[in-house]
């Protein structure tokens, strides 16, 4: 007997008709003998339709009432889902954010799990029931209501597995695993068997759309035994691990690629200590992620060219961010574009094979792209390149990593 969280993203439960077919499937694990614990999201389309219109009722809308508003989705799902349980004669339950309680920051609309009480939890699972718990929410230190940001019902599962001391998580989702890069762009996408940690984290922060960043982030951190597959299929999906010593091991384990990037050059800027610290000290206090950085020398002496990326969420507000800095240092021009995106190689086998960079942008010097920006970590290369090249940057990567299906 094992204690297993089971998460159920939007397309999964997105009728009743899947809501039934999901409780078949908690049914069927909870006759092996197993305690569950299952997380749902909102209906697919239903937070978007929410979160437009909080938008429309008001475009600076206060962060709490987004929040009171967009946590709905999920109240209907686990009601909903509690029900389909019991009608095929399985003990269920469903649980909203503040009944457990989930607690979070006051981070309205973003916010970050703190802790989770798992007291009631764990004794109704231990008598056999079924718990169905809201993903996404949680309850904040001003007693309102919180949401943890888009997609964060993964994050909800992975929390919820690490508190209740779970065997495992299993992510089911409308793809069944974790592919080399995405089927859509790529047809000839592998699923891969595992993928680690480390290598999970670069790929969804690279762009890939499969897990919310902060639930691999925190899977990692309390070792939660983490599964991606589809629920549509009866077949394994992709385990997240620990990295191993004696892991075959491609070159390449993985392309990511985000579309959503922008790109800010800030020209002939003074060369001297402080002025870094001063442009991105200033966009980090605007909550500003800046992802890539790039300094080259300027043709003037005593100046220089800093090129980086933002999300192109941000782009609006870095613009007005760099406008006030630009006021007391000097700088001739800044340039901006949001016709850019992002490519991320990924594999834990960098670390002790050289030669990636090199096949990377070989490969693109090969079809004629001009790399703008790089950035590297111990198990990732990023490159930021003209966007209308994406598809023939990512495919050729894959080829040249020796990713394709045979
Ligand atoms: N329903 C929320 C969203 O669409 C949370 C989630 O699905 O993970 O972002
Ligand atoms: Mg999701």
Known sequence: MARIVQKFGGTSVGSVERIKAVAQKVKA?????????????????????????????????????????????????????????QDIGVDARSWLGWQIPIHTDDAHGSARIESIDTTILSERLSMGQVAVVAGFQGIGPDNRITTLGRGGSDTSAVALAAALQADRCDIFTDVDGVYTCDPRMVPKATKLDNITFEEMLEMASGG???????????????????????????????????????????????????????????????????????????????HINVDMIVQTAASEPGKTDITFSV???????????????????????????????????VGVAMRSQPGIAKTMFETLAEKGINIEVISTSEIKISVLIASEYKELAVRSLHTAFHLDAS
């Open 29 to 85: 694990t909870v006759d092996a003998g197993h305690e569950v614990a299952v997380v749902v999201s909102a209906m697919s389309g239903t937070t978007n339709q929410l979160v437009s219109w909080a938008k429309e009722c008001g475009t600076f809308h206060d962060a709490r009432e987004y929040d009171a508003v967009v946590a709905s989705g999920e109240q209907v799902t686990v009601g909903l889902l509690a029900i389909a349980l």
């Open 208 to 286: 890939a759309k499969v897990l919310q960043t902060r639930s691999v982030a925190m899977a990692m951190r309390h070792g939660v035994k983490l599964q991606v597959l589809s629920s549509f299929e009866d077949s394994p999906g992709t385990m997240v691990i620990e990295e191993k010593s004696d892991m075959e091991k491609n070159l390449v384990s993985g392309i990511a690629f985000s579309l959503d990037e922008a790109k800010v050059t800030l020209v002939a800027i003074e060369d001297s200590p402080g002025i870094a610290a001063k442009i991105f000290g200033d966009l980090a206090d605007a």
């Open 311 to 345: 999300p192109e969420t941000d782009l609006e507000r870095t613009r007005q961010v760099l406008e006030e800095v630009r006021k007391v240092i000097t700088c001739a021009d800044m340039i901006t574009s949001s016709h850019v995106c992002k490519i991320s190689v």
